[in-house]
Each structure stands twice: as structure tokens, then as C-alpha cells.
């Protein structure tokens, strides 16, 4: 079962302002969510509402899952230093 992967306006500006070598490891770690949305190394934040987090590096991928409709989200993509203020 493949989920279908929908990305904010927000989350697409901030991948697209990434370097191309940090932009390549996120798009691949997306496209991995699309098979499987809630990987091992995925986490549900606590103060929220479905939102969960994937670690890239030092950035993180913030989204939400439906599984009704089978679609992924892809909220905020943001350095660690900003992503749990901002999302």
C-alpha cells in the first residue's frame, strides 16, 4: 500500500532554498514515507495532533498522516535549531 504525498507551499520553498546535496538526502527520506509513513526512526510529537518528525541530518521533516484517505502531508522541512518553534 502506497500513500500518496502531498507537500505545503511552505514545505516545497523551504526544500527548494536547501543545497542540492542536503536537498537530494530529504527528497529521498520523503519519498520513503510515501511506502512507509511511520518509519522506525519516525516520532509523534507529543504536544500535537498527528504531527510526526523524521530526523535528515540536522533538519527535520515535520508531516501529518492520514490514513483514511492514505495521504502524507509534508508540513515544514527546517534545520533542527528551528523546526519545534515554527511548526
Given at each position: 500500500?502506497?500513500?500518496?504525498?502531498r507537500?505545503?507551499?511552505?514545505?516545497?520553498k523551504?526544500?527548494?532554498?536547501?543545497p542540492?546535496d542536503?536537498?537530494?538526502?530529504?527528497?529521498?527520506?520523503v519519498?520513503?514515507?510515501?511506502?512507509e509513513p511511520?518509519?522506525?526512526?519516525?516520532?509523534?510529537?507529543?504536544d500535537s495532533?498527528?504531527r510526526?518528525r523524521i530526523?535528515v541530518?540536522?533538519y527535520?521533516v515535520l508531516y501529518?498522516v492520514d490514513?483514511?484517505?492514505e495521504?502524507?502531508?509534508?508540513?515544514r522541512?527546517l534545520?533542527?535549531?528551528?523546526?519545534y518553534?515554527?511548526?
Open positions: 500500500m502506497s500513500y500518496e504525498l507537500m505545503t507551499s511552505r514545505a516545497e523551504e526544500l527548494d532554498d536547501l542540492d542536503i536537498y537530494r538526502r530529504i527528497d529521498e527520506a519519498l520513503g514515507l510515501a511506502d511511520r518509519p522506525a526512526r519516525a516520532v509523534k510529537l507529543t495532533d498527528g510526526w530526523r541530518g540536522e527535520r501529518t490514513d483514511a484517505a495521504v502524507v502531508t509534508i508540513g522541512v534545520h533542527r535549531r528551528d523546526a518553534r515554527k511548526f
